[in-house]
């Protein structure tokens, strides 16, 4: 029989995989806005392809992320219990998602002519590098949780993320479940914006 592990295991590498596309896809954008000689460099089609990949990869890793969490939920349950570092998992996915459904809203809101204007596509890059932060720094946990090391230890100091939020389970889930019903009202009830 497969371990809830191997689950966990499979949709965290989805997660991770899918954010990564986006990531470097929506950085290499906002450089081609921002830097002229690079957007010669890349042809329009090329452009069109990376805005796609950026997209399509950030719903499908926010669609992952649930997965990701109940695996990992149970995962944890068996292998004796949440530990305190869980609060703090619950923490950063709320601002993994935060971030990311912010460059999907952005994105879906805008269209493709958001590559158009430098303010915009420089938030989109820049809510898109805090998304893959956020998502490295959860990587990093659920890695201290299950081995007791992650790649963030190669780093010359200590980032504090291993230690446990000062509120509890129940204030955390509030929160996270107020913040999630906050971006839907955000999401389904602002106009779509004039790009002129």
């Known amino acids: 029989m497969v371990s ?3 689950f966990h295991a499979i949709s965290t590498e989805m997660v991770v995989g899918s954010f990564a596309i986006a990531a470097l896809s929506t950085v290499i954008c906002t450089m081609a806005t921002l830097v002229p000689t ?3 460099r890349i042809s329009p089609r090329l452009h069109s392809h990376l805005d796609s990949a950026a997209y399509i990869s950030s719903i499908f890793g926010v669609l992952m992320i649930p997965a990701a969490i109940v695996t990992g939920y149970l995962t944890s349950e068996s292998m004796g219990g949440q530990s ?3 609060l703090s998992k619950m923490v950063f996915s709320g601002l993994c ?3 990311w459904s912010g460059v999907i809203s952005g994105r879906r809101l ?3 002519r958001l590559w158009e204007h430098r303010g915009l596509s420089i938030l989109q890059g820049v809510s898109a590098s805090l998304g893959f932060i956020m998502t490295i720094i959860l990587g990093s946990i659920g890695g201290q949780l299950g081995r007791g090391e992650t790649a963030l230890d190669l780093l010359p100091f200590d980032l504090g993320i291993y230690t446990p939020p000062s509120i509890g389970f129940v204030p955390a889930f509030v929160l996270f ?3 999630v ?3 839907g009202v955000v999401l389904f009830t602002q106009s779509r914006p004039i790009i002129e």
Do not use: E, N, R
């Open 4 to 6: 809830m592990g191997v």
């Open 38 to 40: 690079l957007d010669a």
């Open 84 to 86: 305190s570092m869980s």
């Open 97 to 99: 998602i935060g971030f």
């Open 110 to 112: 805008c269209g493709y």
């Open 177 to 179: 479940v107020f913040s």
């Open 181 to 183: 019903l906050t971006l």
